[in-house]
């Protein structure tokens, strides 16, 4: 989809745009930390997502349960039982993800899944070891990935196959990942990467990736960290053997809250497919049987280990309510449109790429919300003016800001204020 907006520079036009969004609203229904008795600009959507305002109410009737009935609250209570609880979410995150129901469940956190979906779907050979992942992956992945090759008595070095951007680029071009696939053909065991690049912001094409990899006899997983309730996704369509992601970036469900994982339906009715198990993976009817004697639920739930986090995963249900509510279609569709401003409004300031460039692809449908930044000159110094003027934004050492305007409480004159400050600090400098 590529569309084609007529942005003005003015705070004018701004207010204008926020009085004309349909989602403008639900900025209200969450709690936005305040800078110098304002509403900061918060930008850091991708770290941390703001607290709905829905969530504390969820967590105190879980709270109440806890009160009221002990360990009742498992069975006997009135609303939303514990023992389901990984249920409830369901509906919601099969939306999001694009996939069916018993495709994906809420569980543990973000790499201790990884873990989990590797010991399934990385399963090496003597000949067949091999894995490819982008070269500056989230360090919590990739030492998950060597963690797992050496566990299998192979070297990381060799294993692992990561992906660089051409020289002179920032990102990765899909023809480039597609034959470094190729490249490995036989050896290669497993296709991982991230759906949204963390740093980059780049969106990676899910289903160009999977495809190649399956020809190459291979599986393809993706961590969706920074993709998940950011982008749209297809998951079951486009084939992919499994991914995981965090809720508590773009799914605003609180700092650790619980993960999620996909896995296709394909594999989710193979009872043999190795994995770690535990009571929570076993069939239902018979979980507090206490027999020996593993039996996986079908789908994703059969990957289940532990009884889930109930205070955490309550929160989650408050978030998820607002997804729910506006559907991926309508938040993309605003996205698109503050992260062109953004860029527009970045590129009006006519500084050269010596002061500051986006790294992000200038194309929409490789990109969410985030724009990453390089400030080449005075870096710091202008990080420390932003946040001074109330914006929270991301610092990477030595020159990158990340941005991340989110359309379910992120405004246009968010964005325009914030590029002003950019502006005006770079014209201070020396
Ligand atoms: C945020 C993030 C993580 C975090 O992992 P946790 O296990 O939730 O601490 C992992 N990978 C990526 C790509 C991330 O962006």
């Not at 497919?273 to 049987?289: K, L, N, T, V």
């Not at 460039?357 to 990109?367: G, H, M």
Request: aromatic share 12%; hydrophobic share 40%; glycine share 8%.
């Amino acid at each position: 989809m590529t569309m084609t907006y007529s942005f003005e520079n003015t705070a004018g036009f701004a207010d204008a745009a926020d009085k004309a969004d349909p989602l403008a609203q639900y900025r209200s229904r969450f709690l936005i930390p305040q800078h110098e008795g304002k509403d900061c600009i918060y930008f850091t959507g991708n770290s941390l997502g703001l607290q709905p305002r829905s969530a504390k109410g969820y967590i105190e009737e879980e709270l109440k349960k806890w009160h009221e009935l002990g360990v009742d609250g498992h069975f006997h209570a009135a609303r939303r039982p514990w023992y389901h609880y990984h249920k409830y979410s369901k509906e919601s995150l099969a939306r999001i993800v694009g996939a069916a129901q018993s495709e994906v469940v809420a569980m543990n956190n973000l790499t201790s899944n990884l873990h989990l979906m590797m010991v399934s779907f990385y399963r090496p050979s003597a000949t067949r070891f091999k894995i490819i992942v982008e070269a500056n992956a989230f360090p919590s992945d990739r030492f998950a990935l060597a963690s797992q090759v050496k566990f299998h008595g192979h070297d990381p070095e060799s294993a692992i196959v990561t992906l660089k951007p051409r020289e002179g680029e920032y990102t990765l071009r899909t023809e480039d990942i597609i034959s470094t696939i190729e490249a490995q053909g036989e050896e290669l065991a497993l296709v991982m990467m991230g759906g949204v690049q963390y740093y980059t912001g780049q969106f990676f094409n899910l289903k160009a990736i999977t495809e190649a990899a399956h020809c190459a006899g291979a599986f393809a997983g993706f961590d969706l960290a920074h993709a998940v309730g950011n982008v749209p996704l297809q998951l079951h369509d486009d084939g992919v053997d499994f991914a995981v992601w965090c809720s508590y970036k773009y799914l605003n469900s609180g700092p650790g809250g619980v993960s999620g994982i996909f896995v296709h339906e394909k594999h989710g009715q193979d009872d043999d497919i190795p994995r770690f198990a535990g009571w929570w993976g076993h069939d239902e009817q018979e979980r507090f049987q206490m027999k020996a004697g593993f039996r996986p639920m079908p789908g994703a739930d059969g990957w289940q280990v532990s009884n889930g986090n109930v205070l955490s995963a309550a929160a989650h249900l408050a978030a998820l309510e607002l997804f729910d509510e506006v559907g991926m279609t309508e938040l993309r569709k605003k996205s698109l449109q503050l992260t062109a401003y953004l860029e527009y409004l970045l590129r009006s300031i006519g500084a050269p790429a010596s002061d500051l460039e986006i790294i992000t692809p200038s194309s929409p449908e490789e990109r969410g919300c985030q724009l990453s930044l390089f400030v080449n000159r005075d870096g710091q110094r202008i990080f420390e003016n932003i946040s001074k003027a109330g914006v929270v934004a991301d610092w990477r050492e030595p020159n990158a800001i990340r941005v991340a305007p989110v359309p379910l409480y992120n405004s246009f004159k968010d964005v325009y204020i914030f590029v002003k400050i950019i502006k005006d600090s770079l014209s201070l400098q020396s």
